[in-house]
Nanobody, 121 residues
């Protein structure tokens, strides 16, 4: 029932900016955490940034100072503002949400389909 849809990916030159958005839709009772992960070809998926229901954020060291994660609780959405992009940021970016769909259920992870970010040199 829950679906995460990402948008905002694309091709950008090094030093440029992109803003990724992710909206969770469906029956959502409570969201514990939302965030972004990325995976480059031949590499393992890695955390980029997360934000909890309480507003606590966590960033990968490689993006600190360049990326900013934000949330809109009313819309169950999360954004990732990416500035000063580097070729090393090239990857498929996946939205992630840890949520439950009713008061009796447990929390579980949901994933978006991914959006490609390509940074040219």
């Amino acid at each position: 029932q829950v679906q995460l849809v990402e948008s905002g990916g694309g091709l950008v030159q090094a030093g440029g900016s992109l803003r990724l958005s992710c909206a969770a839709s469906g029956i959502i009772f409570s969201v514990n955490r939302m965030g972004w992960y990325r995976q480059a070809p031949g590499k393992q998926r890695e955390l980029v940034a997360t934000i909890t229901s309480g507003g606590s954020t966590n960033y990968a060291d490689s993006v600190k100072g360049r990326f900013t994660i934000s949330r809109d609780k009313a819309k169950n959405s999360v954004n990732l503002q990416m500035n000063s992009l580097k070729p090393e940021d090239t990857a498929v970016y996946y939205c992630n949400a840890d949520l439950r769909t009713d008061w009796r259920g447990g929390f579980r992870d949901y994933w978006g389909q991914g959006t490609q970010v390509t940074v040219s040199s």
